[in-house]
Each structure stands twice: as C-alpha cells, then as structure tokens.
C-alpha cells in the first residue's frame, strides 16, 4: 500500500467509513449501559470497531504498532483482540512497551455514552504518529456521514474539501467547547469555569473531544478548553490536535506551552483568540 501521507489520509477516511456502517447498525441498539474504567461506557459496537480497523491496519502496515481504547497496546504481528481484557476494570491501558516507530492511536468511538443513550454526537478518531509527531488524522461521524482528514504539512479537509479555523479574533465573541472532567482544572476551579463562561460568547459541551476539535478546525467553534486531572491519552486528542494544527489553530496546555502527549490539559483555539485564554486561565492559577 502507498505509504505517502496523501494516500494514508485516503486510506484512514475509507477505513472510518467502513467503521460507520459498523456504528450504524448499532446505533440505538446497544441495551443497557456497561461500563469500564472510571466509568467509562462501552458497547460492542466500540469493540467490533476497533476490531476491524486494527485489522486493517495490520494488513497493510504489519509493521506498525496500534493503541487502541478497548484492547490496549498491539505490538506489530500480534493478533488484536489478545489484550481484550486491558480496559475492563481499573484504570485505563497506557500506551507503553510498544518501543519506537509507527503507532496507530485509535478511539474506535469517541463519545460513547452518548452513542448507547441515542445521542448523535459521536465519532471514530485514528491517528498516525511517529514518536511525537503526528503524521495523518481522521475523525469521523457517522450519523452525519462527516469525514474529517488531515496530514502533516497538507492542511484539513472536511469530505475531501479543504477547511480552515474561524476568524473570529476576540474571545467576547467565541464560541467555546469544554471539556469537563470531575478532576480536572475546570471542575476543582470553579470561578476559572465562570470567568471563561463570562468573557466568552457561548459555550457547548458535546463529551467528544475527537469531534469537538475536528468542528473547531472547520471553523464551528473558536476555542476550546480540556481539564482532565489525569493523562490525557492520545487515542482521544492526537487526531483533533492534528485537524486543527493543519486548519490554521493552535493547540497548547493550559500554560500556553506546545501540547505534549499525555498532557492533563488541553487548550485550543483558532490562533487568534489563544493568547486571551491562555491569560484568563492564568489569572486563576
């Protein structure tokens, strides 16, 4: 298989279009809830996905390391599934002794709970990363039939049409997506919640990160905020991070520093109203 980032791109939005019918048919048929770690909901659909795109990438890339949510770390060569149990209680797999080279982080659902209660916002996120470096990204939503792609240096496309960032450049003005987690920044720092609540126009919360940064890279959004208060994995943000580097924004922690993997925080933006965030969160340290 061609191994230029161009055709990796193609390749990702055909392998998530096919995980989409695989959502489809699931989709309001997931009976009761289950859950995992932290809480975390889980369906059939979020295994039979990953699933397939693991076996896809494994056909094309053997030599090619997978992270997924559900399964955990895949070595090349190994069967996908042997790790089935990673995620079943306890805290969630981390992306460990898979060594260097080429990783595949894939969240075959992102956004979960919402997919089990009937709720249209949720996506498939995979992403191509060479150490830190990103190298190709797709997120996906099905119900929408939606396919956002980027690739190193190539920008973003939404459905194969190039998109860019907003251009709003006051954050008075900006539409806000969050991110809210128990322990995280914005939850144990109540007053920062209402300042950004206050300085900014609107704010949504989807409980998709994957698709809220793929929305904000297409202009949807302006901003957005992420407070973990753990390790954020890859699996949920490498795609996103790429989507919007590649459409004009930029994506940092909460101090304004370059995003790093496993980060707790996460800030991003058009470029144009960053500075104004990054400072208002500031004041509340």
Request: overall charge negative.
């Amino acid at each position: 298989m061609n191994n230029t980032l161009p055709d990796l791109e193609k390749t990702m939005l055909k392998w998530c279009a096919e995980a989409a019918e695989v959502a489809h048919r699931h989709f309001k048929q997931t009976g009761a809830l289950e859950f995992k770690y932290a809480r975390e909901a889980v369906t059939r659909a979020d295994r039979d996905i990953e699933m397939l795109i693991s076996r896809r990438i494994q056909a094309a890339f053997p030599e090619d390391a997978i992270f997924g949510e559900e399964f955990g770390p895949t070595q090349a060569g190994q069967i996908t599934g042997r790790n089935a149990a990673a995620g079943a209680a306890g805290d969630a797999p981390a992306a460990t002794d898979l060594g260097g080279g080429r990783i595949w982080h894939l969240d075959p659902i992102d956004g979960t709970l919402n997919f089990a209660l009937g709720l249209p916002n949720f996506c498939t996120s995979l992403a191509l990363m060479d150490g830190d470096e990103i190298l190709a990204a797709c997120v996906f939503a099905p119900l929408h039939r939606e396919g956002y792609t980027a690739s190193l240096g190539g920008g973003t496309r939404l459905n194969g049409e190039a998109v860019q960032v907003s251009e709003r450049g006051a954050l008075s003005e900006a539409i806000i997506s969050a991110q809210l987690q128990k322990g995280g920044r914005y939850v144990q720092k109540p007053g920062l919640l209402q300042a950004i609540l206050l300085k900014t126009m609107k704010m949504r919360r989807l409980g998709t990160i994957a698709l809220e940064m793929a929305y904000l890279a297409a202009g949807r959004y302006d901003a957005m905020i992420a407070g973990r208060g753990r390790p954020q994995q890859l699996y949920d943000v490498a795609a996103g991070i790429l989507l919007v580097r590649e459409a004009g924004g930029e994506v940092t922690d909460h101090l304004g520093k370059v995003y790093r993997p496993y980060t707790t925080d996460l800030v991003a933006s058009n470029g144009l109203v960053h500075g104004e965030l990054i400072d208002l969160i500031a004041e509340h340290e």
